[in-house]
């Protein structure tokens, strides 16, 4: 069974630093593109962040300016996300997300998501 | 970036109902969409991908279709547990990954 659990979220004051962790199990972690997706509280959906299997390509949302790094650790089963300069409009659940079966980058499988929260 | 429009944001419905949202790329996407369900509080769902293709586990009663710049999802029959939040997604150009606006269901 394919399992994604993030850890990390938190409160945090404006400027500060977050690491997310997504500890992925049941499958081949190191075969899949992996995605960080977030939900600002009752709004849509927010592509995050992109990396490829072997870790040799990210893609980040404009929004995000430089500020946050994806990485991924295939011998810990692991996916990261570095988040620096946080601001108030970066509070949002953040979730990991794996590519679907097929091939295309929609998103077959996500985690339970971790709670971001920037406020002083 | 590819931007998704999606049509209605919300909408009513009864038990029963056959229903139908749209989702419309800001430019040729071919069949690269993927349709997700959101119940409030909970994690996403998959539904859809490439379009047409029904997720493994998901009723039949959900159908996708379109190609290009427009796209439809279909709920054939409403169901009680269909009442949730809909949105489309395009995977063809990126970055960025972009969702659209999401579609309320809600319970007439």
């Known amino acids: 069974e394919v399992q994604l659990v993030e850890s990390g979220g938190g409160l945090v004051q404006p400027g500060g630093s977050l690491r997310l962790s997504c500890a992925a199990s049941?499958?081949?972690?190191?075969?899949?593109?992996m995605n960080w997706v977030r939900q600002a509280p009752g709004k849509g959906l927010e592509w995050v962040s992109y990396?490829?299997?072997?870790?040799?390509?990210?893609y980040y949302a404009d929004s995000l300016k430089g500020r946050f790094t994806i990485s991924r650790d295939n011998a810990k089963n692991s996916l990261y996300l570095q988040m620096n300069s946080l601001r108030a409009e970066d509070t949002a659940v953040y979730y990991c997300?794996?590519?679907?079966?097929?091939?295309?980058?929609?998103?077959?499988?996500w985690g339970q998501g971790t709670p971001v929260t920037v406020s002083s | 970036a590819i931007q998704l429009t999606q049509s209605p944001s919300s909408l009513s419905a009864s038990v029963g109902d056959r229903v139908t949202i749209t989702c419309r790329a800001s430019q040729g996407i071919s069949s690269a969409l993927a349709w997700y369900q959101q119940k409030p509080g909970k994690v996403p769902k998959l539904l859809i991908y490439d379009a047409s293709n029904l997720e493994s586990g998901v009723p039949s009663r959900f159908s996708g279709s379109g190609s290009g710049t427009d796209f439809t999802l279909t709920i054939s029959s409403l169901q009680p547990e269909d009442f949730a939040t809909y949105y489309c997604q395009q995977f063809n150009t990126y970055p960025p990954i972009t969702f659209g606006q999401g579609t309320r269901l809600e319970i007439k």
């Open positions: 997300a794996r590519v679907h079966s097929s091939g295309g980058t929609c998103f077959g499988y």
């Open positions: 049941g499958f081949t972690f190191s075969i899949y593109t």
């Open positions: 990396i490829s299997s072997s870790g040799s390509t990210m």
